[in-house]
């Protein structure tokens, strides 16, 4: 640390582990998509597509909006365009939290990091014994509440009549739901915003679009909310999303079909990971996300973890005193997860051998 950073006490977010090479390990620790983008984003990224990198992308975004507003129904004057959700969520906080932040105390690990780095002032709702969040919990708070929904690490779903709840306990407060894993099986509140102007709806395209490696997002909110959003966006980056990204964005949106096809194969894999699991002695969360949480039988979170990864495998363990008993397990490819449970096998007859 320099002496010239003003920010001393600030924290990090702590990314997944992302290794130089894959060759050898099934990777299973960051919720990227094992399936590459669609065949129309192959297209889209043709030579003519890269000789235009010489100019500035296109500042509004037209195309990626248009695609997304296509998508769900609504109008493209609410649609913003992020470059990945983070940057949209850092705007939010930075600029749409009037009277603080509140949010979950287990979730997406960038929500305490961006409340310190803004100087937002944050509260921290205790989830319940099961990992959910009860909303009546959030009742009385005048922050903005930030929710991901399904949450993160536990998968965790609220359904509408909750989010219904969650917004008319204050129409004054702004609401916001990040729905990075909506598609894999949850109902997204993007048909909310006709009734509720407190709304917004937070999308990456790194998941069920297979888009990781482009950096493209959107929110969706009142015509108003997005004006606000793109004033903040346009005294920090007007140029954030790069053209490349508007395309590959802009036809992954476009592409039902192999968003459909790939949304549900991982549904079904991940579906026969929970079973699996269950079958071995873990406790497992009902994930509707593209990952599992699950505690192992007779050893830690961390043990788990670290066993593993000497089979090649990469998960997510997350050390706080709630979730140290569990990993998040990304679901891969079926392949990948049939390895899994039979290194997993492996693993546990080992541990139950070694205890003898």
Do not use: W
């Not at 702590?14 to 399936?35: H, V």
């Amino acid at each position: 640390m320099s002496r010239f950073l003003k920010l001393k006490s600030l924290v990090p977010y702590t990314p997944g582990e992302q290794p130089r090479s894959t060759d050898r390990l099934i990777k299973l620790n960051t919720n990227e998509s094992p399936f590459p983008p669609g065949p129309e984003v192959i297209k889209a990224l043709n030579a003519g597509a890269v000789s235009m990198l010489r100019l500035y992308s296109d500042p509004t975004c037209a195309m990626l909006r248009e695609a997304a507003a296509d998508f769900y129904g609504i109008s493209p004057d609410m649609v913003c365009a992020g470059n990945g959700s983070d940057e949209l969520l850092a705007l939010i906080f930075h600029g749409l939290t009037p009277n603080g932040a509140v949010f979950p105390d287990i979730t997406y690990g960038f929500y305490p990091v961006f409340s310190d780095m803004f100087g937002v002032s944050a509260k921290e709702i205790p989830i319940r014994e099961d990992f959910s969040i009860d909303v009546e919990d959030y009742r009385g708070e005048k922050g903005t509440v930030v929710i991901a929904n399904p949450n993160a690490p536990t998968g965790l779903y609220l359904d509408e009549g909750k989010v219904r709840r969650l917004l008319e306990q204050d129409r004054d407060r702004l609401v916001v739901m990040d729905e990075a894993y909506i598609d894999f099986g949850g109902k997204s509140s993007v048909g909310l915003l006709g009734e509720y102007d407190n709304l917004i709806v937070v999308q990456t395209f790194s998941k069920s679009r297979q888009l990781a490696g482009e950096r493209v997002a959107i929110a969706m909110s009142s015509p108003e909310i997005i004006a606000d959003l793109n004033t903040l966006r346009f005294s920090f980056n007007p140029y954030n999303v790069d053209s490349l990204a508007i395309l590959a964005g802009s036809a992954a949106m476009r592409d039902r079909e192999y968003f459909e096809k790939c949304r549900l194969e991982i549904i079904r894999s991940r579906e026969y990971t929970i079973e699996k699991l269950r079958e071995l002695g873990f406790n497992v969360t009902d994930s509707l996300a593209n990952f599992v949480f699950a505690a192992p039988p007779g050893m830690s979170g961390g043990e788990y973890m670290r066993a593993l990864r000497q089979e090649g495998i990469l998960v997510r363990h997350f050390d706080k005193a709630k979730t140290d008993a569990y990993v998040r397990i990304s679901i891969g490819t079926f392949e990948d997860m049939q390895t899994l449970i039979e290194k997993t096998e492996k693993i546990l007859k080992t541990a139950r051998s070694d205890a003898f």
